[in-house]
């Protein structure tokens, strides 16, 4: 059986890395047990580095670095090919970078809680856009055949 390939946001990620008992911690455990590959890219690595950091999380340099060793030996490391370009329905330039990501990458599913992204799913051909509790419950239930949901 192939391994998916996915693209998570960084609210994603950082839910996942610091907050043991959140609803997105069982992502951790899916990607260290080969469930699935998370997808990165310099920017979306620095982008997680740069959030973990922010002052209300308070966590030292040494917290981001273990935090970090809980995800970096699993990600697949993708160079992105020329500049991203401005997605118009999107509020936060940065997330352009993630949509770009996942459509050179080929990954099978982004996974976002953002309204944004998540309304972009019928306008871009290429990964599914998913829900986080969703991609959890594909993952959960076995099928790795997450759906699409409104």
């Given at each position: 059986m192939?391994?998916?390939?996915v693209v998570l946001d960084t609210n994603c990620l950082v839910s996942a890395l610091l907050f043991n008992n959140a609803r997105l911690s069982p992502l951790r455990e899916y990607w260290?047990?080969?469930?699935f590959?998370?997808?990165?890219?310099?920017?979306?690595?620095e982008e997680l580095i740069r959030v973990?950091?922010?002052?209300k999380f308070q966590l030292t340099g040494?917290?981001?670095?273990?935090?970090?060793?809980?995800i970096l030996p699993f990600l697949e490391i993708?160079?992105?090919?020329?500049?991203h370009t401005a997605i118009e329905s999107l509020r936060d330039d940065?997330?352009?970078?993630?949509?770009?990501?996942?459509?050179?990458?080929?990954?099978?599913?982004?996974v976002s809680g953002d309204a944004d992204i998540l309304a972009l799913r019928n306008s871009i051909s290429g990964p599914t856009i998913i829900k986080p509790a969703d991609f959890?419950?594909?993952l959960k239930s076995g099928t790795g055949a997450a759906q699409n949901s409104a």
């Open positions: 192939r391994i998916l390939r260290k047990a080969g469930k590959i998370p997808l990165a890219c310099k920017k979306t690595a973990l950091a922010y002052p040494d917290e981001i670095k273990e935090l970090l060793g809980e993708h160079e992105l090919e020329g500049e940065s997330d352009a970078v993630f949509i770009h990501l996942a459509l050179q990458s080929k990954a099978d599913f982004f959890l419950l594909s």
